[in-house]
């Protein structure tokens, strides 16, 4: 499974910008897709993810700024109400089910800077 990010960007304070990130090669039975990202400094992090059921889960600090919703094998993260905090690097992710075997797999990351 390859996976491939697009969305970041330099946004002001307040801004929003949306990431996108598809899945290619043997993705029959990807069940979960999110965003990770890691600031500077800090350990990476679980921004959102979702379920092939359709469940979410969000880190608190983004809850009722960022939406994650999943189409086929594209997993899109929209960001409104950014904040200088969210300035990160964000990787795209997906587990793939067969059996008892999970195998995760990440996207290249894409740089979001959020200026004050």
Same mark, same amino acid.
């Given at each position: 499974?390859?996976? =491939?990010? &697009?969305?970041? /960007?330099?946004?002001?304070?307040?801004? %929003?910008?949306?990431?996108?990130?598809?899945? &290619?090669?043997? $993705?029959?039975? @990807?069940?979960?897709?999110?965003?990770?990202? =890691?600031?500077?400094?800090?350990? #990476?992090?679980?921004?959102?993810?979702? @379920? %092939?059921? /359709? &469940? *979410?889960?969000?880190?608190?600090?983004?809850?009722? #700024?960022?939406?994650?919703?999943? +189409?086929? +094998? *594209?997993?899109?993260?929209?960001?409104?109400?950014?904040?200088?905090?969210? $300035?990160?690097?964000?990787?795209?992710?997906?587990?793939?089910?067969?059996?008892?075997?999970? +195998? *995760?797999?990440? /996207? =290249?990351? $894409?740089?979001? $800077?959020?200026?004050?």
């Amino acid at each position: 499974v390859q996976l =491939q990010a &697009s969305g970041g /960007g330099l946004v002001h304070s307040g801004g %929003s910008l949306r990431l996108s990130c598809t899945a &290619s090669g043997s $993705t029959f039975s @990807i069940n979960v897709m999110g965003w990770y990202r =890691q600031a500077p400094g800090k350990q #990476r992090e679980l921004v959102a993810r979702i @379920i %092939s059921s /359709g &469940s *979410t889960d969000y880190e608190d600090s983004v809850k009722g #700024r960022f939406r994650i919703s999943r +189409d086929r +094998d *594209t997993v899109n993260l929209q960001m409104d109400s950014l904040k200088p905090e969210d $300035t990160a690097v964000y990787y795209c992710y997906a587990d793939r089910s067969r059996g008892w075997r999970v +195998d *995760t797999f990440w /996207g =290249q990351g $894409t740089l979001v $800077t959020v200026s004050s």
